[in-house]
């Protein structure tokens, strides 16, 4: 079994930072592709970033250029930077991560982005 624990939401003004982590515990041998995903009010959930244990990355349109996904395999933790925030990134944000042929979620972290 794998947890997920994300961290580092919260209130922020339009134009400001936040950084997510996303720390796994568990029992596993290794962890392979993690990624950040999103859910606003009435939407579905969509990909924000991803990240293999390579380090290769992608994004969404809507973020690139603005956030930066990273991980520390060491850490078994991922980050999601977080810069330039709109008021449309208000959602709740979760990471997942790939082990094996299982893939594990987080309970997610509110990010709220203020006008």
């Known amino acids: 079994q794998v947890q997920l624990v994300e961290s580092g939401g919260g209130l922020v003004q339009a134009g400001g930072s936040l950084r997510l982590s996303c720390v796994a515990s568990?029992?596993?041998?290794?962890?392979?592709?993690m990624g950040w995903y999103r859910q606003a009010p009435g939407k579905q959930r969509e990909l924000v970033a991803g990240i293999t244990r390579a380090g290769s990355t992608n994004y969404a349109d809507s973020v690139k250029g603005r956030f930066t996904i990273s991980r520390d395999n060491a850490k078994n933790t991922a980050y999601l930077q977080m810069n330039s925030l709109k008021p449309e990134d208000t959602a709740v944000y979760s990471c997942n991560a790939n082990v094996l042929t299982n893939v594990y979620w987080g309970q997610g972290t509110q990010v709220t982005v203020s006008s």
């Open positions: 568990g029992t596993f041998f290794r962890i392979n592709a």
